[in-house]
């Protein structure tokens, strides 16, 4: 179909106003709507702001009022058919008298997926789909995920120097190879997901919180692999367990003595019942899916980021590669057991090519095969 200058514009507008949900509305998907007229005036605008709260299409109606009736609506994604924590949005679209209604993408949601489509087409309501899908269908690919395959969204990140170390030298006195408008970056990603993930490695040696400065939206689940319990109870994960939620993943053998005085600290032990590595990772994404995490940041050592590249799981990568130069040997960001290097199972679709603070910020999606 051949979309106008008019329809492409608002349908980009409707994607950017979606965006003002992340990190709100998750587990469901970020969506925007635009209202217009015949004559082709933007008459109302609205996007999903918080979960259980009104979805895009409502506000934008909302927002239009009379003016709505006999115009087009322009919405990143099929409206919803069902009763959920709101009224199905064709209803309002019908009620409303819009009598066309133009879709970025089809809902994957197995109680929407078409018939949203098809319930407005029996009321009357043309329905065009397809207008800038591709940007329509990435907005809401952590949801498309979560909804068909169970698991979550996972997004790696790491900081390197521009010959590749992952971490500097004890000697050179900086603990950040990254610069503070990188890290704030990072900040504020960690605000917009549901959950941060480590390996005892890196808990170990960095001691770190895991939290969003400032806060975000979402106060994000601390998640450390530590297969034998070996986490300190001294430690700032630990000693913070009652403010902020932290979940321990541990192995069959962990010693039930290194448990209890965990959970006493307010962790959450999540035991797995099998020992092979790879298998645990798979069984946790699972878990986290039913929890319906949709977002998981990464923030794991080398060793960690293999283990998620062997199982296929990485979906979006963060790399920050600063203008240094520390030279001696280096350990990739990604490597295997033994030093062993693992590579990405695909190649990166980079979304997005900054320079924060003289970094280089690379995102990007992986290809999947």
């Given at each position: ?60 109606l ?12 322009f ?13 199905p ?35 009357g ?60 970056l ?82 959450e ?57 520390l030279?001696?040997p ?6 295997g057991h ?24 690379i ?7």
């Amino acid at each position: 179909m051949a979309w106008t200058e008019f329809e492409r514009a608002a349908m980009q507008r409707a994607l950017d106003l979606a965006r003002r949900g992340a990190g709100c509305v998750e587990p469901n998907p970020m969506v925007g709507a635009v209202v217009a007229t015949p004559a082709g005036a933007i008459v109302g605008e609205g996007w999903h702001a918080r979960f259980g709260g009104p979805h895009a299409e409502v506000a934008a109606l909302q927002a239009a009022g009379p003016a709505a009736r006999g115009g087009t609506l322009f919405v990143t994604l099929e409206p919803c058919c069902h009763h959920g924590k709101t009224p199905p949005c064709t209803d309002a679209i019908v009620t409303a008298g819009i009598t066309r209604v133009v879709l970025g993408a089809s809902d994957p949601f197995s109680k929407v997926a078409g018939r949203g489509i098809a319930v407005l087409r029996a009321a009357g309501v043309t329905v065009a789909t397809g207008l800038l899908e591709p940007a329509a269908a990435r907005l809401i690919a952590p949801f498309t995920k979560l909804v068909t395959t169970g698991r979550p969204w996972v997004i790696a990140k790491w900081a390197m120097s521009l010959d590749g170390h992952v971490a500097a030298p004890a000697a050179d006195g900086e603990r950040w190879i990254s610069s503070p408008e990188s890290r704030r970056l990072v900040h504020e990603l960690r605000g917009r997901c549901d959950a941060i993930m480590i390996g005892i490695g890196t808990a170990l040696a960095d001691d770190p919180l895991l939290t969003a400065r400032p806060a975000g939206p979402r106060v994000p689940l601390r998640i450390v692999l530590d297969s034998a319990a070996r986490l300190p109870l001294v430690s700032r994960l630990v000693q913070s367990a009652r403010e902020t939620p932290l979940f321990v993943a541990v192995g069959p053998d962990a010693p039930a003595e290194r448990l209890g005085p965990l959970e006493s600290a307010g962790c959450e032990i999540w035991r797995s019942d099998v020992a092979d590595r790879d298998a645990r990772l798979r069984n946790l994404l699972a878990h986290l899916g039913t929890r319906r995490l949709t977002n998981v940041l990464v923030e794991g050592g080398p060793e960690v980021l293999a283990s998620f590249s062997r199982l296929d799981a990485i979906d979006e990568v963060w790399a920050f590669v600063a203008p240094r130069l520390l030279g001696g040997p280096v350990t990739p960001a990604i490597t295997g057991h033994g030093g062993t290097a693992s590579a990405l199972a695909g190649s990166i679709d980079i979304e997005e090519l900054t320079h924060p603070g003289g970094d280089i910020l690379i995102r990007g999606t992986v290809r999947k095969a």
